[in-house]
């Protein structure tokens, strides 16, 4: 395939709810994470998504073919927002594509942009990954989520190649659902972590087992549980691999914006010669990719922003919001 990673950036609030706050107020703590990112009042997936991609679009005076971006968490039903963002980014004439439906979105969204770039359909697609939960009360507890976003442009020339694997939607599994007009999140915390690991043992099988796994310098997943680390090590993945390209322990579950921003912090510690591993997941689907990294890609230094997030009191947030609610 003839499609590469041109450009890349990362957005992620600055501000951290740590995990005691967390227990202080509902009495257990986040599910094994040590903080999460908290968005401002005034951020959301798309505004998220604009200032991940602002810098990379400014480089090339915004000549792109297409837009697609990746959320479950738009600010608005029913109007797209890609095409949003390509007024926000000054983006003219450009397809504008959402994708969503699942946390898998974004490693599609890479796999389509991708493909009509090596079909010579399009020069240049920015893919766009962002989420931004609006959880009900008690969700927090059980999935820790955080907020933020990643961008990439996908180019028919770059620093690194894509190629992309078979992918696997075999299994049908009902772990994480909403019923349609029902905002209530549902979930079956027993198949959660059984369908992760059966999903990668059978992944890693199809590479030809634990051994051909050695040859990848970074292994950049959809890691949304803190649990999922536990079936890490049983799949053949070195604790090298996978640690320094997480940003779950820092930023908790960020849905489609994880696998963008854990792809950006493999290619911020990459060299030439490097091959990553970029996977999504999803309900026990994978879409996963080969990542040839062919010259050093400019370094955001991402990994000491993400350590580096402001505490917030939740008492004080939560009290700007309900003034707002009740002056709008």
């Known amino acids: 395939m003839t499609a590469f990673i041109e450009d890349y950036g990362v957005y992620v609030p600055s501000g951290r709810v740590t995990s005691k706050t967390v227990s202080s107020l509902f009495g257990k703590g986040l599910p094994g994470f040590k903080t999460v990112s908290m968005p401002e009042l005034d951020e959301d997936s798309l505004t998220m998504g604009f200032e991940a991609a602002k810098d990379s679009v400014a480089k090339i005076n915004g000549k792109v ?28 004439k450009a397809w504008c ?14 796999w389509l942009a991708a493909q009509l770039v090596d079909g010579g359909k399009m020069n ?5 990954m962002s989420e931004h939960p609006m959880p009900q009360l008690g969700e ?12 990439f442009l996908v180019s028919s020339q770059g620093f690194a190649g894509l190629n992309f694997l078979d992918p696997d939607y075999d299994m049908e599994a009902y772990d994480v659902w909403k019923l349609r ?5 549902r979930f079956r915390p027993e198949t959660l972590d059984d369908n992760f690991k059966q999903a990668m043992g059978k992944f890693v099988n199809s590479l030809g087992g634990k051994e051909a796994l050695k040859k990848y310098k970074f292994m950049a997943m959809s890691m949304n549980r ?24 820092y930023l908790g579950h960020v849905g489609t914006a994880t696998l963008g921003i854990n792809l950006a912090l493999a290619f911020d510690q990459s060299v030439s010669g490097d ?49 707002r609610r009740l002056r709008s």
Request: proline letters at 3%.
């Open 275 to 323: 091959t990553i591993l970029g996977i999504g997941y999803a309900h026990g689907n994978i879409v996963s990719m080969e990542i040839k990294v062919d010259s050093a890609p400019n370094n955001l230094q991402l990994a000491d922003s993400l350590q580096c997030g402001i505490e917030k009191n939740l008492a004080d947030y939560w009290q700007a919001a309900y003034n």
């Open 124 to 128: 240049r697609v920015l893919v766009i």
């Open 65 to 92: 073919d297409a837009i697609i971006l990746a959320t479950n968490s738009l600010p608005f039903e029913y109007k797209k927002g890609s095409s949003l963002l390509a007024k926000m980014l000054k983006i003219e």
């Open 226 to 249: 803190s649990r999922w680390s536990k079936v890490i090590p049983g799949a053949g993945i070195t604790p090298e691999q996978i640690d320094s390209v997480n940003c779950a322990n």
């Open 97 to 110: 594509l959402d994708l969503g439906a699942s946390h898998l979105a974004s490693a599609e969204a890479l």
């Open 181 to 185: 007009g029902d905002n209530k999140l």
């Open 140 to 151: 927090e507890m059980d999935f820790g989520w955080g907020a933020g976003a990643a961008a």
